[in-house]
């Protein structure tokens, strides 16, 4: 008798480790759902990204010009403001900031973005700037008429 609870043990004991069974199964609805949260979120941010200076471009007929990479922007705000790209610099500071920024020098491409509330006077100012620098490639930034 003593061996056959001994025995008896040692079987209740296996046969709970074999009930447990790991389980191999991987649950994919929350790696969906932060899936789908995250599509969502870059899909409403994508277009704010896109100009970090708002400006109220006038409109043209010109056609849009195809470019490679991201072209070098100066922009003229609706107070007067100047900005390379991104950032907000003096009128004074203009030209040293452009050649060091610029890849080829003088032959970069540059594009004027100038609000249409904008003085007249300061879009030239910038333009009479980057003449004085000897930047020939300006190139004057609207949006297309109708639009």
Known sequence: MGLSGGS??????????????????????????????????FMISAPLLTVGVPIDLPQSQAKSIDHEREPLTLSVNDK????????????????????????????ERIYVRGDKKVDYGTVMKVMGRLQAAGYRKVALVTEVEGS
């Not at 004074?92 to 032959?107: H, I, N």
């Open 8 to 41: 008896g043990a040692g079987e209740r004991r296996s046969s709970r480790i074999r009930g447990r069974g790991v389980s191999a199964e991987i649950n994919v609805t929350p790696l969906v759902d932060v899936m789908l949260v995250l599509l969502i979120i």
């Open 80 to 107: 007067g403001q100047v900005f390379l790209q991104n950032t907000e610099i003096k009128i004074e500071e203009l030209v040293d900031k452009l050649k060091a920024v610029a890849k080829q020098g003088t032959e």
